[in-house]
Each structure stands twice: as structure tokens, then as C-alpha cells.
């Protein structure tokens, strides 16, 4: 189980998987920080304005080292490394981390491992690994983390998450799991209505369903929906999923 948590609430937890309370918001913050950035040197300066902003209280250095300290004996009972965590240099401040020890980079790793087996038809592999990267989430990226520093990482996280879901629908309709996406789907468009992916994904799982008029119904759906919130049309590639499905292909029955 990975010790630094960033899929949700910030947590840290013990080997044997307790969470450790971090009382102190700024020094939530900076832990967040160190880990947006893993074996960087991060600057005394830049964490003091990440931390503070334009107008820092006097105290402001001499907090964070008190931070810092905190955070240290916290990680060394829930994170042991061979030497103090944070890491200080003539410079500023680094967190080290061993492989498997932050959720984040273990989704990334698996997500991209599934996107490799799913371009190469691999679906057991391809699900597996998705299936995996996704249970790692346990709400919105540092939820509860209301800082500049950390809105870029976190929605680069959720809108990755979100990718992540579509490959795994892919590796599941080429397992044959249609109809159970179909039921499914229906609630993630509902949620999603710009992703078209997602809406191609409904469609077709409509279609290997026997549903072949719903699938119809679904494509003027998203037609309605980019209009109105858009002002676009569908991209080619939705306009050529209905041709096929109102076409009656054959061949869209079956996984590529």
C-alpha cells in the first residue's frame, strides 16, 4: 500500500495502513507541495510564496522549519526512509520517494501500462491494469487542498482519471461486457455530457446490446447537447459511429 495519498484527501499512511493525522493545513500544504515535485529542490523562497503569497508574515521561515520538523517525525514513523524525509539543502527542501509510495504515480504507471495493452487488443491485461489505476482513487485529487500550487496538478490528475475510465471502457466492450456498460454509461454521459468519447462509447454498447434505435436516440443527444453548450457539431469520427450503426454493420458488433 503506498504511504503518501494524493487520489482524494491528503492522507499518509503506516505500513500498516493507519492513516497519520497532519493537524497543522500548512504543513499539509507543504507536504502536497514536495509531492506535486518528487526529487526536486524546491526553493525556501518559492515555498514561502507557494505557501503564503504575496505577503508573507514575518514569521514565515520560522514556521516552515517548524513545519518541516513536524513533518519529518511524522514520516519517520509512517514512512521510514534511510534519512529524514523532507531532505534539506543548501538550497531548500526535497522529498525523495521509493518506487510505489505515492497513489499518483502509481495510477500514471498503470494507466499507461493498460493504454499499452489496450492499443495492442490485450483486454484481460488492459482491464486488469485499469481496473487496478482506478480503485487507487478515493475522491477529487487533494481534495480539501485549496491552494494555487495545487489546482494545475490536481485537474490534471481528474482529467487523466477520466481518460483512464474511457480506456477501461474500451478494454471491457472488447471483452464483451456491452451490456452491462450500456446500463452503466448511461449514468457517466449523464455526468459527462461534453465527453464524446464517452458518448461514442454509449452508442456502441447500445448497439451490441440489440439496441439499435436507443443508440440512434443517444447520437441526437449528444448532437443536442454540443449545440446548446458548444455551439458545435460532432466530430467525424461520432458522425461516422452513427453512419455504421444506422447502417446495420455487422462488423461493429464485434470487438477490432
Not at 67 to 75: A, G, K, P, T
Not at 134 to 143: D, E, I, M, T, V
Request: net charge negative; charged share 25%; proline share 5%.
Amino acid at each position: 500500500m503506498p504511504a503518501f495519498l494524493v487520489l482524494g484527501p491528503l492522507e499518509v499512511r503506516a505500513a500498516d495502513g493507519e492513516p497519520t493525522r497532519l493537524t497543522r493545513r500548512k504543513m499539509r500544504e507543504l507536504l502536497a507541495l514536495l509531492l506535486l515535485r518528487p526529487g526536486a529542490v524546491i526553493d525556501v523562497e518559492e515555498i514561502v510564496d507557494a505557501l503564503w503569497g504575496e505577503a508573507p508574515p514575518a514569521s514565515a521561515r520560522a514556521n516552515l522549519y517548524s513545519y518541516v520538523s513536524d513533518l519529518r517525525r511524522v514520516l519517520a514513523v509512517a514512512a521510514p526512509a534511510d534519512e529524514p524525509r523532507p531532505s534539506h539543502t543548501p538550497n531548500g527542501y526535497r522529498l525523495d520517494l521509493r518506487t510505489g509510495e505515492c497513489d499518483a504515480y502509481m495510477f500514471e504507471d498503470l494507466a499507461a501500462a493498460g493504454r499499452r495493452a489496450l492499443r495492442e487488443t490485450r483486454y484481460p491485461e488492459a482491464a486488469e491494469n485499469l481496473f487496478m489505476a482506478l480503485s487507487l482513487w478515493r475522491g477529487k485529487a487533494l481534495q480539501g487542498i485549496d491552494t494555487e500550487f495545487t489546482a494545475a496538478f490536481a485537474a490534471r490528475l481528474d482529467q487523466t482519471r477520466l481518460g483512464a475510465e474511457e480506456d477501461y471502457i474500451d478494454a471491457r466492450l472488447g471483452l464483451g461486457q456491452h451490456e452491462a456498460l450500456a446500463f452503466e454509461l448511461e449514468t457517466l454521459v449523464r455526468r459527462n455530457p461534453l465527453r464524446e468519447r464517452l458518448w461514442g462509447q454509449f452508442m456502441t454498447a447500445l448497439y451490441r446490446s440489440g439496441r439499435r434505435t436507443d443508440a440512434l436516440r443517444a447520437y441526437q443527444k449528444v448532437c443536442d447537447v454540443l449545440d446548446t453548450e458548444l455551439g458545435i457539431g460532432p466530430s467525424t469520427e461520432l458522425r461516422s459511429l452513427r453512419h455504421a450503426i444506422a447502417s446495420g454493420h455487422q462488423a461493429l458488433l464485434q470487438p477490432v
